[in-house]
């Protein structure tokens, strides 16, 4: 190990470089960076921060809500909407028609980003019934016990704690004939990964080196290369399986590196990408990020990459990458999710990788 360029270059006099409170081996510890006191710059400090790796975020479900009442624009049928509110942002739901006493349900998926110093998350529903007139009388959507009496209320307010990833399922009733009994929501909090990125080397691996320990055992790559990338964002549909999943590939080619692919050669030549399986459906863009300093990443390759029984989208899209124009194997795609913050990218290109 070369002390002072191997991993991070803290300050060999203080036991807490960035300022977080935590000490300086905090990336063995926590994973997070000691040069970084926010290190997934969401605004929160690594040492008060729940998902200092990444947000987190709840997802919220109306799942169903049982009607009673009557509907005063001379209709025998209901139509009750609601409303769910968490941190000043709020969405509202479709309005089925039901019968009086019958269920409506709704599927209405809500995610929501929360602060990640926070233990709970506070959400409110309301709920209506819809009225072409737009004039939309209220449903009761809760009911509390006071002074001996109980009493109706067209607010449900509730608290989810943000530590739980399991999903909980909360229920209210109103009380009154105009009333929602019950209504079922489920809650979850969700803490996203990063997607898996890969970096595009020569199959000589210039451009990193491998840092080792006093015993020659690897440790982690370090990369030293040109320091501007061409990003490229591959969304992925996989139905080979017989299902469907879908996720986010991530990979960073150093503009170098890329100038010599036979991907960029075929997005140079519009006769040759509109009519390609997987870069016509392709969009470019330069400078395209929205980081405060976009230098580090030139462009950004958005695709749309399809899986199927018969065509494999994301080997045919590595296979552009880790070719040279003439098509023969020159480069290679190295794993490295797990080594980010060691990698010595600039900022810019490491968080391109954040779900």
């Known amino acids: 190990m070369n002390l002072g360029s191997d991993g991070f270059r803290t300050d060999p006099w203080k036991a807490d470089t960035d300022g977080d409170t935590l000490p300086d081996n905090e990336y063995l510890t926590k994973g997070t960076s000691p040069v970084l006191a926010d290190t997934d710059r969401d605004g929160v400090r690594d040492d008060v921060d729940r998902v200092p790796l990444g947000d987190a975020f709840v997802t919220i479900e109306i799942v169903s809500a049982k009607a009673f009442g009557s509907d005063d624009d001379g209709s025998t049928a209901l139509e009750p909407f609601l409303s769910v509110e968490v941190g000043g942002q709020t969405a509202y739901t479709a309005h089925p028609s039901v019968n009086p006493g019958s269920t409506a349900y709704y599927y209405h998926l809500y995610n929501v980003n929360v602060p990640d110093d926070q233990d709970y998350a506070s959400i409110t529903i309301k709920a209506w019934d819809y009225d072409s007139d737009d004039v939309h009388d209220f449903f009761e959507v809760s009911k509390t016990y006071e002074h001996g009496a109980w009493t109706g209320d067209v607010t449900w307010s509730f608290v989810h704690p943000l530590a739980s990833t399991e999903v909980l399922t909360y229920t209210s009733s109103g009380l009154n004939s105009m009333r929602l009994d019950p209504i079922t929501v489920t809650v979850q909090t969700v803490v996203p990964d990063r997607n898996p990125l890969y970096l595009l080397v020569p199959t000589d691996y210039a451009g990193l080196y491998n840092v080792t320990d006093s015993n020659g055992a690897f440790l982690s790559h370090r990369y030293v290369g040109e320091p501007r990338f061409v990003a490229v964002l591959a969304n992925v549909t996989d139905t080979s399986d017989g299902g469907t999943s879908n996720y986010l590939l991530t990979y ?27 870069l ?10 929205s980081a405060a300093a976009s230098d580090a990443v030139q462009s950004v390759v958005a ?14 899209l590595r296979g552009l990458m880790t070719s040279n124009t003439s098509g023969s194997t020159a480069f290679s795609l190295i794993d490295v999710t797990d080594e980010l913050l060691l990698l010595n990218l600039p900022d810019e290109a490491s968080t391109s990788s954040r779900r």
Request: charge should be negative; avoid cysteine.
């Open 280 to 289: 016509g459906r392709a969009t470019v863009s330069f400078n395209g990020t």
């Open 303 to 316: 695709v749309n990459v399809s899986v199927t029984n018969t065509f494999d989208g994301v080997a045919y």
């Open 252 to 278: 960073l080619l150093p503009r170098s590196v890329f100038v010599g692919t036979h991907l960029s050669a075929i997005l140079e030549d519009p006769s040759r990408s509109q009519s390609d399986p997987v």
